[in-house]
T-cell receptor, first 113, second 111 residues
Framework: DGGITQSPKYLFRKEGQNVTLSCEQN?????MYWYRQDPGQGLRLIYY???????QKGDIAEGYSVSREKKESFPLTVTSAQKNPTAFYLC????????????FGPGTRLTVL | QQQVKQSPQSLIVQKGGIPIINCAYE??????FPWYQQFPGKGPALLIA?????SEKKEGRFTISFNKSAKQFSLHIMDSQPGDSATYFC??????????FGTGTRLKVLA
């Protein structure tokens, strides 16, 4: 089955530690995205990538980093510089055409202890 | 920073009622407006989307109406069911590769 996988589903981190969230897609989509979801604030774009080895900052990129070495993979690192990292993180992908559906993964819930 | 204003924030209706969720946008690069449905602990999934060549689109019990001059679009859920209880997000594309999402509407349909 084609789709997007995110791992882990739940992640706990101590303050001051970096942590990497995994996102893999087998839909052959060019564009991939990372969103952060907080209660009452909807989906906020962290980073997005249109093609391999290229990515752009979204609206809330501070304290996060990404890489896009393979078309299928777009990992997100939450660094210690992110002041309030506890949130639900969603990865998504889409074919380049803006009229195409954007597919979301199941999400990773990150909690900082 | 562009915004998509979504209202109401939450909505409670009786089974069979017709909840209506509204969104207003500032500017878009492409006239394509999707609605996503999200259940607790899950990722959002596309529910229905509209292009500007029509002012209304219907899929089953879900209808989008679009007013280009007012820069507004709405989601109507006919004969709502308890299984429709979820959070709904509208979105608008300010550029080729990006969406701006509304803040979401939490819908509860009472049995």
């Amino acid at each position: 089955d084609g789709g997007i996988t995110q791992s882990p589903k739940y992640l706990f981190r101590k303050e001051g530690q970096n942590v990497t969230l995994s996102c893999e897609q087998n839909l052959n989509h060019d564009a991939m995205y990372w969103y952060r979801q907080d209660p009452g604030q909807g989906l906020r774009l962290i980073y997005y990538s249109q093609i391999v080895n290229d990515f752009q900052k979204g609206d809330i990129a501070e304290g996060y980093s990404v890489s896009r070495e393979k078309k299928e993979s777009f990992p997100l690192t939450v660094t210690s510089a992110q002041k309030n990292p506890t949130a639900f993180y969603l990865c998504a992908s889409r074919k380049g055409d803006p009229y195409n559906e954007q597919f979301f993964g199941p999400g990773t819930r990150l909690t900082v202890l | 920073q562009q915004q998509v204003k979504q209202s109401p924030q939450s909505l409670i209706v009786q089974k069979g009622g017709i909840p209506i969720i509204n969104c207003a946008y500032e500017n878009t690069a492409f006239d394509y407006f999707p609605w996503y449905q999200q259940f607790p602990g899950k990722g959002p999934a596309l529910l229905i989307a509209i292009r500007p060549d029509v002012s209304e689109k219907k899929e089953g019990r879900f209808t989008i109406s679009f007013n280009k001059s007012a820069k507004q679009f709405s989601l109507h859920i006919m004969d709502s069911q308890p299984g429709d209880s979820a959070t709904y997000f509208c979105a608008a594309p300010p550029g080729t590769y990006k969406y701006i999402f509304g803040t979401g509407t939490r819908l509860k349909v009472l049995a």
